[in-house]
């Protein structure tokens, strides 16, 4: 697990860790949060997805695959915010193996879940297999508990935490 100051700073931390070829494509759901629309429009080429009451509608995002290369994919799949949806666990199975099919990162924003009082909605991350993990897990606490507290983690896969490290400490220096 990796420490940061906010959601933000963490998902372009991931982009730069693959930014070293050409622009990269994600996708993430239609509708999206506008901030992070904001940070993404810069950094990336977007694909919009549509949205169902059960998670993504897959003929859509299986057309979009078919289409072109699909670098990493962005999803809030518990409490989605703007929508408030919760991702079926089928869903979020399959997405875990298109990932692997079509080799692609999921970058999962999960601040809402601790929330839920009626039922325990499975993490992206918890579904993972070990050997096959493909998954960029953000909790940011700030959003709980206050922009004030700037405490994001961020569980990286194993085979990238290294690279990450150099990219938290890149954005870290500041010049004086």
């Known amino acids: 697990m990796v420490i940061t100051s906010s959601s933000q700073l963490s998902?372009?931390?991931?982009?730069?860790?693959?930014?070293?070829?050409?622009?990269?494509?994600?996708?993430?759901?239609?509708?999206?949060?506008?901030?992070?629309?904001?940070?993404?429009?810069?950094?990336?080429?977007?694909?919009?997805?549509?949205?169902?009451?059960?998670?993504?509608?897959?003929?859509?995002?299986?057309?979009?695959?078919?289409?072109?290369?699909?670098?990493?994919?962005?999803?809030?799949?518990?409490?989605?915010?703007?929508?408030?949806?919760?991702?079926?666990?089928?869903?979020?199975?399959y997405l875990l193996e298109l990932a692997e099919k079509f080799d692609f990162y999921i970058i999962e924003e999960d601040n809402y879940s601790p929330l839920s009082y009626n039922k325990k909605y499975l993490s992206f991350k918890s579904l993972e297999r070990i050997g096959k993990e493909r998954i960029f897990y953000i909790r940011d606490f700030s959003t709980l508990l206050g922009s004030f507290l700037g405490l994001t983690c961020v569980i990286v896969p194993p085979k990238l935490k290294d690279k990450f490290l150099m990219e938290k400490i890149a954005f870290s220096i500041i010049p004086s």
């Open 11 to 93: 998902i372009e931390m991931i982009i730069r860790l693959f930014s070293n070829k050409n622009k990269l494509t994600i996708a993430l759901s239609d509708p999206s949060h506008y901030s992070v629309i904001n940070i993404l429009e810069k950094l990336v080429n977007i694909r919009g997805v549509h949205l169902l009451d059960d998670g993504w509608d897959f003929k859509n995002f299986e057309n979009i695959l078919s289409l072109e290369k699909i670098d990493l994919v962005y999803v809030t799949p518990n409490f989605h915010d703007p929508s408030g949806v919760c991702w079926s666990e089928d869903k979020k199975m």
